[in-house]
């Protein structure tokens, strides 16, 4: 089977898709965009590792006959690998192929510190090859994201590339995150399986240096690169942003578009929530109003519903810029009136950072540890205002679902927060949130000062709200982005 005239065949590589596997954006992202290609007519088929965090029975996946128990050896490691088919939940019908071997997916957690992690997705990355293979589907693109599927454009340029199946085939690599670049060591070249004389296409002066990699060679090698938002995109040239890929980016910049993610208005929207109890829309804001007061008694927050109530939802890394918030939020939350509701998960220091703020604050500050999905939804809704003070920040969803949820976000001018949030302007009346720039406490501290004092002025905040509520951030313009660099692509 091949996609339908004018229509194009694309494989998407992944290494978590919403709703079976999910540590962040990238799993919202490559569910979403695949459903919206999908919607658009596309052949596309996404292919993920089969985690065993993963309900089989519930979604009953079915095993592809020539694709099961395919031997993989990558150096001296030997696999079993077998190929499952499904629909993706929620995405109308989107094909997802699941790549089993328990050998490598049945482990505590999605990713791993494990001596083994790169194999995890260099095995990935040839079984997609070997999939469409078995499957004889042809792809004209094939949609690498991050790292972890980042060889798969050195793989088709040594080998796959060969076989007439793939010959027309072209790459696109979306970096969704820079901080994780999947680098093992150099003694480990065998596990690339790359054919003799072949590790030449290395990056020389990596190898030299006694490590390998994976997403400096999807930057060197993908037709088209592209990363989460304009900003970043030129952000990520640089030596600030580039975490020491900037060398390479700035080698490809021709190559190189930002495209800033969307949302999926299936699972976000205050009009139709399946989360919330209540519903509510730009004309409508007393339904907002009443979630904010069930959402204080029952996070045993004791504040009166005229005080303003921040929210936090994070992954807590260094990346989140969590640490600005040590020093500014107990100096605002002492000085005026403020509710705080986090919910994140990660590195110990900010846990502990928000838990000792909760006991010095009590009855003020809320916040719970883990990863809860209803949750998130109930603080995007409750909140007035959403803190995303993040050092760097390829797109970010959370900011683009504070808009659309009438909570006015507060964030730092960079990546995709600077390509969605634009400042207030009190005289204007034009701008949907309070943008700050340098990467210091001060800066925050100022910013959330600053939309206290807009808060207390209900004229200017009802503006906000509408303005940001009335943006437009739907799949749609995302979709037709990626769909114009993968025709430029197949033309050429
Ligand atoms: P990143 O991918 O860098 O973590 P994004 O803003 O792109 O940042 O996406 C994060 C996604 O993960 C959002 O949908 C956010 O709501 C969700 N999320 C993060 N932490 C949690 C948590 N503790 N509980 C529920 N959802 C979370
Ligand atoms: C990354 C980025 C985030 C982005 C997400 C999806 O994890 O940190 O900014 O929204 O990927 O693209």
Request: proline share 7%; hydrophobic share 40%; glycine share 8%.
């Amino acid at each position: 089977m091949s996609a339908a005239p004018g229509k194009l065949a694309v494989c998407l590589l992944t290494s978590e898709v919403a709703p079976l596997s999910k540590t962040g954006g990238l799993a919202e992202v490559t569910g979403a965009l695949a459903k919206s290609l999908h919607a658009g007519g596309h052949d596309v088929r996404l292919f993920t590792p089969f985690y065993s965090s993963i309900d089989r029975a519930a979604l009953a996946a079915r095993p592809v006959p020539a694709l099961e128990q395919l031997p993989l050896a990558l150096g001296a490691h030997r696999y079993l690998i077998s190929v499952l088919e499904a629909q993706l939940p929620g995405a109308g019908g989107a094909p997802v192929y699941l790549i089993d071997c328990p050998a490598l997916y049945s482990r505590a957690t999605l990713y791993t510190s494990d001596p083994d992690e790169h194999l995890r997705f260099i095995a990935l990355t040839r079984a997609v090859f070997a999939s469409c293979a078995g499957l004889n589907w042809s792809p004209q693109i094939f949609h690498c994201n991050d790292w972890h599927t980042a060889f798969a454009p050195l793989f088709l340029r040594t080998e796959y590339g060969q076989e007439a199946l793939f010959a027309r085939s072209r790459t696109v690599l979306t970096i969704h995150n820079i901080g994780y670049q999947g680098i093992f060591p150099a003694a480990d070249i065998a596990d690339l399986g790359l054919p003799p004389g072949d590790s030449r296409l290395l990056h020389q002066h990596d190898l030299a240096a006694g490590r390998i990699n994976a997403l400096r060679h999807g930057i060197l090698y993908a037709g088209a690169l592209t990363t989460v938002s304009p900003t970043h995109a030129r952000e990520i040239c640089t030596a600030q942003y580039g975490m020491g890929l900037d060398d390479s980016l700035r080698s490809r910049e021709d190559a190189l578009s930002g495209i800033l993610n969307g949302v999926d208005y299936d699972e976000w929207d205050p009009r139709r929530d399946p989360c919330l109890p209540l519903h509510y829309d730009p004309d409508h804001l007393a339904g907002k109003a009443a979630l904010k007061r069930r959402f204080l008694a029952r996070m045993g927050l004791t504040t009166a519903p005229e005080v303003p109530l921040a929210g936090v939802v994070s992954r807590l890394a260094a990346q989140k810029g969590i640490e600005l918030m040590f020093e500014a939020l107990p100096k605002v939350l002492a000085k005026r009136p403020l509710a705080l509701a986090a919910l994140g998960s990660g590195e110990a220091k900010y846990e502990q950072f928000f838990a000792g703020l909760m006991r010095s604050f009590p009855g003020r500050v809320v916040f719970e540890s883990g990863y809860d999905e209803e949750l998130s939804h109930w603080i995007e809704a409750a909140g007035d205002l959403f803190l995303m003070p993040s050092r760097y920040e390829p797109s970010g969803l959370n900011q683009m679902y504070s808009l659309c949820y009438g909570t006015v976000p507060v964030v730092r001018r960079t990546g995709g927060l600077a390509d969605s949030v634009e400042p207030y302007d009190p005289q204007s009346g034009r701008g949907t949130g309070v943008v700050f720039n340098d990467f210091d406490p001060p800066a925050l501290e100022w910013a959330l000062n600053t939309a206290l004092d807009l808060y207390a002025q209900p004229a200017h905040w009802t503006r906000l709200m509408r303005n940001g509520m009335s943006r437009d951030f739907s799949w749609q313009r995302a979709t037709g982005e990626y769909v114009g660099v993968y025709r430029r692509l197949t033309a050429a």
